[in-house]
């Protein structure tokens, strides 16, 4: 990444739109855009993964607008949630940690995979390659 507005570990959530509520695990280098929340971990009380799946099992943020939803600011700093102790957090955390790692390997490989498409898919509908070819090709991808 060429630019970076963070580079730490934090959560990201849309604010506006359809996406309206959704949660990103953000890791390393980001940056997101104006229309979110940002949640970034000042202590080490709430595993930063816990709170990401927790996230993904509820939706505490209370949503404005009906055409497009959105979450004000008040709002989401005036959400409450319900923790369980900080040894449940952690066992918690420990217990989903290799779902988080198989998540990221599977992101990483759908990636590479609309690499591919995206590189191959012109070549054939131009002419340019015939589908055998490109078949060669894809076997070739570790």
């Known amino acids: 990444m060429s630019?970076?507005?963070?580079d730490?570990?934090?959560i990201v959530v849309s604010a506006i739109g359809a996406q309206c509520g959704r949660s990103w695990l953000a890791l390393g280098q980001w940056s997101c855009i104006k229309n979110t929340l940002r949640i970034i971990q000042r202590n080490s009380v709430i595993?930063?993964?816990?709170?990401?799946?927790?996230?993904?099992?509820?939706?505490?943020?209370?949503?404005r607008g009906s055409?497009?939803?959105f979450i004000a600011q008040t709002d989401a700093r005036a959400v409450c949630l319900?923790?369980?102790?900080?040894?449940?957090?952690?066992?918690?955390t420990e217990a989903?940690?290799?779902?988080d790692g198989l998540v990221r390997v599977l992101q990483d490989e759908n990636a590479l995979l609309s690499e591919?498409?995206?590189?191959?898919?012109?070549?054939?509908?131009?002419g340019e390659m015939r589908v055998r070819d490109a078949e060669a090709m894809v076997k070739?991808?570790?």
């Open 3 to 6: 630019y970076a507005d963070y």
């Open 8 to 10: 730490e570990s934090g």
């Open 47 to 63: 595993p930063l993964e816990y709170l990401y799946w927790l996230l993904q099992l509820q939706d505490p943020w209370p949503k």
């Open 67 to 69: 055409a497009q939803p």
């Open 82 to 92: 319900a923790l369980p102790s900080t040894d449940r957090m952690r066992l918690a």
């Open 96 to 99: 989903l940690e290799p779902i």
């Open 116 to 126: 591919i498409r995206d590189t191959l898919l012109p070549r054939p509908l131009s």
């Open 140 to 142: 070739d991808v570790p």
